[in-house]
């Protein structure tokens, strides 16, 4: 594919690389493909013991913005003081406005973003050949591209997902919005929120989070295994149920069922799933495994009977968008229940390709799971439907051709600085870590 012009996207994130986000992986890995060049700007480094081997595929360079304020105090106040000396008035523009916002909100992670922002500017920004910012969450990395955007006069961008929509105070990111060039969220469900906190003229993209297909390879017809498999994947905290799906398989198992269930994950809810998972003597018959690469995860779908993912809505309103893992299962033609919420209807369509209960209803999700148990002819329609409907709504291929459209459209502008240009010098910088 023909090379685009040297312009640089700078990707903001939360972390680099994460276990969990491989969405976010597979976009980096479709715009170089594209011939996007891409500069990642990371918050953090997680530092996970299993990485996917996919990021050795990526060419993009990362710079590591500290995200730990007081043990970077110092650094983070050169870089603020030397950014307000070039740029005075704003500087003390963006600053009033993140100060001003914190105080309303009695918190002062705005204005730790908008140190960060001021840090990116100064120490991170230089050389790199930036012309827009394009952050993942519309939190925190979206909170320091809108400042960052501020203090440079660069455009930004940014996808919106889940949690960070729910949970966050509306009129800022109503503003957000209004100031970005494009947003993307991944369900047409989060559209239709934040069409109504922006208003219909807001340029909001659905692009499902779509998959590598050949990646996912198509399979026949399933053989089933004698003692059926059941697997459920995903971070061990509330908003995935994990705690929902062991009452239910603990009332399969008072049918008389028998099964194996591995539920692969790690998280804050570990230590309490074990106990649960002893007092209803299901020891024996659910594993919770640490999480695996990508790679390894195949092998897990692969003998799979069933996958069952039970999400619900949090009373803060934390929640699922569509998991990652459940349009997974469904490519790689394994029987799928979950739960109506949130975009997950939009990929489970019950009764065609997979069952969906009500949340936070074991009684109604062991139904589900017995239904399918009981059933290898139904189970074989969920399988070819569930692989048919990745292919028809979530190629990654074809989602992504949105966000390069609207991408390449902003890197083509002109960007308009907030006031006249600077020029951005560079400084040694020992706290970034560039790879």
């Known amino acids: 594919?023909?090379?685009?012009?040297?312009?640089?996207?700078?990707?903001?994130?939360?972390?680099?690389?994460?276990?969990?986000?491989?969405?976010?992986?597979n976009e980096i890995l479709l715009l170089e493909e594209r011939g996007f060049n891409v500069h990642i700007f990371a918050m953090r480094n997680p530092g996970e013991a299993a990485v996917h081997d996919?990021?050795?595929?990526?060419?993009?360079?990362?710079?590591?913005?500290?995200?730990?304020?007081?043990?970077?105090?110092?650094?983070?106040m050169h870089a603020n003081f030397r950014l307000w000396r070039r740029r005075p008035r704003v500087y003390w523009q963006a600053l009033r406005f993140a100060a001003g916002h914190s105080l309303r909100q009695r918190n002062s992670s705005t204005l730790k973003r908008f140190a960060q922002a001021a840090?990116?500017?100064?120490?991170?920004?230089?050389?790199?050949?930036?012309?827009?910012?394009?952050?993942?969450?519309?939190?925190?990395?979206?909170?320091?591209?809108?400042?960052?955007?501020?203090?440079t006069g660069l455009p930004y961008s940014f996808s919106a997902h889940a949690k960070d929509i729910y949970l966050q105070e509306v009129d800022f990111l109503r503003r957000k919005i209004a100031t970005a060039q494009f947003v993307a969220t991944c369900t047409e469900h989060n559209k239709r929120y934040l069409q109504e906190i922006a208003g219909v003229e807001a340029e909001i993209i659905r692009s499902y989070h779509g998959l590598d297909l050949n990646f996912f390879p198509r399979s026949g017809n399933?053989?089933?295994?004698?003692?059926?498999?059941?697997?459920?994947?995903?971070?061990?905290?509330?908003k995935k149920g994990f705690s929902v799906?062991?009452?239910?398989?603990?009332?399969?198992?008072?049918?008389?069922?028998?099964?194996?269930?591995?539920?692969?994950?790690?998280?804050?809810?570990e230590k309490e799933l074990r106990k649960q998972i002893a007092k209803l003597d299901l020891n024996g018959f659910v594993e919770l495994h640490s999480p695996v690469s990508q790679n390894q995860l195949l092998d897990y779908y692969r003998s799979a009977d069933l996958f069952a993912l039970a999400c619900e809505v949090q009373k803060d309103?934390?929640?699922?968008?569509?998991?990652?893992v459940i349009v997974e299962a469904l490519a790689m033609g394994v029987p799928v229940i979950s739960t109506r919420i949130s975009g997950i209807p939009e990929c489970v369509d019950h009764g065609a390709n997979g069952l969906l209960v009500p949340q936070q209803n074991p009684t109604a999700l062991a139904d589900a799971m017995a239904a399918i148990l009981n059933d290898s002819a139904l189970a074989q329609q969920f399988s070819r439907a569930g692989r048919k409907k990745v292919e028809e709504y979530f190629d990654a291929r074809q989602n992504i051709e949105p966000i390069c459209a609207a991408l390449q459209q902003a890197i083509d502008n002109e960007p308009q600085p907030v006031s006249r240009p600077f020029k951005i010098e560079q400084t040694p910088s020992p706290e970034l870590t560039h790879v």
């Open 54 to 76: 996919s990021v050795r595929r990526v060419r993009a360079p990362v710079t590591y913005i500290p995200d730990y304020f007081w043990r970077y105090f110092f650094a983070f």
């Open 245 to 269: 799906l062991l009452k239910a398989l603990s009332t399969l198992r008072q049918r008389g069922y028998d099964f194996r269930c591995t539920i692969i994950g790690s998280g804050p809810m």
């Open 222 to 238: 399933r053989e089933f295994n004698p003692v059926p498999r059941i697997l459920s994947v995903g971070r061990l905290v509330p």
């Open 317 to 324: 309103g934390d929640r699922d968008g569509i998991p990652n």
């Open 119 to 151: 840090y990116l500017v100064e120490r991170g920004l230089p050389n790199t050949g930036v012309m827009h910012f394009h952050a993942h969450f519309s939190h925190d990395p979206t909170t320091v591209a809108f400042f960052a955007s501020r203090l």
């Open 1 to 25: 594919m023909k090379a685009l012009p040297e312009k640089v996207i700078g990707l903001i994130l939360k972390g680099y690389p994460r276990l969990s986000e491989t969405f976010i992986m």
